[in-house]
Structure formats: structure tokens, C-alpha cells
């Protein structure tokens, strides 16, 4: 577990040098446990800056089209197209959850979400219908 922890605080220092270690912050938009590098002894490098945008002097965030991974882009961000160190920040978190457990962060939110929600009583569960999944189709339309 200490290495977990580790690789997860020289991810947090990286991402921390990208939003005040320049004269303006650098949003990476794509942090998540793909792109990060691990050398020979377990050091961790953040890479893959291709969707990262700077934020212009004088302005908080910066205005761009939705692209990353789901479950990594924050859901304010998916709403306005807004992008700020906190989109960084909601995608530590989930990178932090996959790194100390090991799953990936939609399994762990949705089996929290199970034990704070009890099982439906049968008549209520009889009433939901199932929903189908979303295709690759549906959920480049819905980012656009």
C-alpha cells in the first residue's frame, strides 16, 4: 500500500507544479491512472499533456470542448465546458480511488451508492424497467 500511496502524492505534486509552478495554471484534463508512468523503482510521471490548455492571465478557467475519459471529467465541466484546477482535482480523486483499490472509480462510486441505498422493497423494484446501455455513439453525441 505505501507504494500506492507514494506514485498517488508524485501525481498530487505534479499536478500541483502544473497550477502554480508556471505564471499561469496549465489544466492537464486527461489525469487518470493511464497516463501516468511508472520508471524502474515505481516514480510516477504524469504524461499525455495533449488535452491540456492554459489559463489565459486574468481569467479563472478556460472554455473548451468536453474530451477525456468518463468518470474522470467533472460533472460541471461535462455541463459548461468550463475547465479550472478543480477538473484536475475531481480527476486526482479518481485516480486516487483506482490507485488504493485497485478498481476502477465507477465500480467503487456505484457500489458505495448500494450500501448507502438499501435494496428496493419488491414492489418498488418491480416498477423499474431496465435501461439500456449507452453506445460509443450515444456518448460522443452527449459530450459534443
Known sequence: ???????????????????????????????K?????????????????????????????????????????APESVDTGKFNEKTDVFAFGATFIELLTGREPHD??????????PSLTPAAESSLRPVPLPTRRDLLVFLK
Open 1 to 31: 500500500m505505501s507504494n500506492r500511496i507514494r506514485i498517488a502524492a508524485q501525481v498530487a505534486a505534479a499536478i500541483v507544479y502544473l497550477h502554480v509552478g508556471k505564471s499561469r495554471p496549465l489544466i492537464h484534463r486527461h489525469v
Open 108 to 117: 467503487v462510486f456505484n457500489e458505495a451508492s448500494r450500501d448507502l441505498f
Open 33 to 73: 491512472t493511464g497516463n501516468v508512468l511508472l520508471d524502474d523503482n515505481l516514480n510516477a510521471k504524469l504524461f499525455d499533456f495533449g488535452l491540456s490548455l492554459e489559463i489565459p492571465l486574468g481569467e479563472t478557467y478556460v472554455q473548451a470542448l468536453v474530451e477525456g475519459t468518463i468518470g474522470f471529467i
